[in-house]
């Protein structure tokens, strides 16, 4: 099993900072690298998949970049909006795994 | 688009076993295979498993072998999730997700607590 390691689990966040997550896996995973958001109360929703590639309808301020087993997620310039919990989850072997999660706060 | 409408909330008791349905809309419902992931309160995801909605095969995490199956209806584009000898700590929203390419579209998420 592919062990996803998220960083930090928590961060405390001044809108318009820059904001990066990490996500580390055991093994190569190549791109196979997808980020979600999920707000209480809601179910996830894809803001990167394949490690960098954009989502439609997703703003221009979330980014993701890496491959093999370091990926990064960064959002810039975090707005009010943006406070949720991150997610990353790989799709190249069985079982499908996510990372711990990475709580964003707004200060 | 992709939509999936899950079941309702079930309050069920310790030892017992409860079945969430998912059913598909906006899609080729045999296109994408469908998983089940689950997250426990205040929690993050877990992989369940998923099934081929073509074939019917599936593919489940070791963690519930032995207790959980995953079926479909085609005919209703509708997929289940049965896990059995419940315990408390299955008390968790459990969602189904179809992977189109690798990501997941998301049902709604069904609340399943366990309490005696």
């Known amino acids: 099993e592919i062990v996803l390691t998220q960083s930090p689990d928590f961060q405390s966040v001044t809108p318009k900072e820059k904001v990066t997550i990490t996500c580390r896996a055991s093994?190569?995973?190549?791109?196979?690298l997808h980020w979600y958001q999920q707000k209480p109360d809601q179910s996830p929703k894809l803001l990167i998949k394949y490690a960098s590639q954009s989502i439609s309808g997703v703003p221009s301020r979330f980014s993701g970049s890496g491959s093999g087993t370091d990926f990064t997620l960064t959002i810039n310039s975090l707005e009010a909006e943006d406070a949720a919990a991150y997610y990353c989850h790989q799709s190249s072997s069985l079982p499908g795994t996510f990372g711990q999660g990475t709580k964003v706060e707004i200060k | 688009q992709v939509q999936l409408v899950q079941s309702g909330a079930e309050v069920k008791k310790p030892g017992a076993s409860v079945k969430v349905s998912c059913k598909a809309s906006g899609y080729t419902f045999t296109a994408y295979y469908m998983h089940w992931v689950r997250q426990a309160p205040g929690q993050g995801l877990e992989w369940m498993g998923r099934?081929?909605?073509?074939?019917?095969?599936?593919n489940y995490a070791q963690k519930f072998q032995g207790r959980i199956t995953m079926t479909r209806d085609t005919s209703i584009s509708t997929a289940y999730m049965e896990l059995s000898r419940l315990r408390s700590d299955d008390t968790a929203v459990y969602y189904c997700?179809?992977?189109?390419?690798?990501?997941?579209?998301w049902g709604q998420g069904t609340l399943v607590t366990v309490s005696s």
């Open positions: 997700a179809a992977a189109n390419s690798g990501t997941y579209e």
């Open positions: 099934i081929n909605p073509n074939s019917g095969g599936t």
């Open positions: 093994q190569s995973i190549g791109s196979s």
